[in-house]
């Protein structure tokens, strides 16, 4: 298994600002010859009371955009890009 971890030190919408500790971790895991399984997973406290409020938003928001990332990556392996 192999993993990347990613922090944000800054951005230009103010995103580490409201969560300073946010990182997201990518775990790699080969499952056979021709098979690997990725997965993403994004860690931030939330005890502001802004985030708590805004995680209505962020975490939906989040969740769409991992997934578009993974099939993206996906559709990119199966052309052979």
Known sequence: MEKIVTTLPSD???????????????????LGDNSTQLEISHFYSSSKIKVKLLNIIIKPKVARETMGTLNAIKKSIENGN
């Open 12 to 30: 230009t919408m103010g995103l580490t600002k409201l969560l300073p500790d946010y990182l997201v971790e990518t775990t790699f895991k080969k």
